[in-house]
């Protein structure tokens, strides 16, 4: 295992130190947290645990410590360090979280792995560098319309690239939302054509099942005309009193 590396010492923030320091201390301990997160199976469980990891765990690029240019071939391999990392047969005391954990990974590479899936991460990455861009002009041009220094955070290679990740994140999450969205409308459509479609069968048995008795019923209906008529015929001949004749007088 590479051992730890230690920040510079003349990047070590005192109270009341440089604000410039401090930035590059950061960088230089986020880079080393950044490297040794892959080291250690606690670490990777830990972050694709974390709080919001249900949205992090969507970026596939998030969940295997990869940049977005990395090749495939990179790719399968931090796939199968990571995968052997998180395995619920090596944490059986966290079972859970690496099974979790493992799932996600799984994921990550599969999506990566597909031509489409791979092809449709990379539009979202440009989208959200796109985004980074336009919200740094919109910001430079109001600064320059007060008159200030057009500067700004997002100038600084690494600040941008962070903004960016959280850009991409926030799509990613976006694009969950809404497929989740067209999937329960799409749920409640085929519920209601599946009602409908019950409720039209239902009326046509019920039809059916009118027009069978009809039928049915038929012969039943003309054996009492016939009957009635028959009867009818009867009557004629049957005994008539005499009509009275007017008295005359």
Known sequence: M????QPKEDKTVEAGGSEEAFDNFYQEVKAIEHRDSVLTSKQQIDKLNRPGSTYFNLNPFDVLNIDPDTPIAEIKKK???MSILVHPDKNQDDLERAQKSFEAVNKAYKTLANEEGMKRCQEIIEEAKT???EMMKTKKKQLKKEGKSTDVPEDDPEKKKHAVYVQTCKLFADLERMRQEREMKDM????RKAEQ???EEEGKKKEAE?????????SDRVDSWRSWKKGGKKSKGTFRPPKPKAEKR
């Open 2 to 5: 590479a051992t730890e590396a």
């Open 79 to 81: 796939y199968r360090q």
């Open 131 to 133: 985004r980074v861009d």
């Open 188 to 191: 409640h459509e085929r519920k």
């Open 197 to 199: 479609e019950a409720q």
């Open 210 to 218: 009118w027009k069978k008795n009809f039928e049915e019923s038929r």
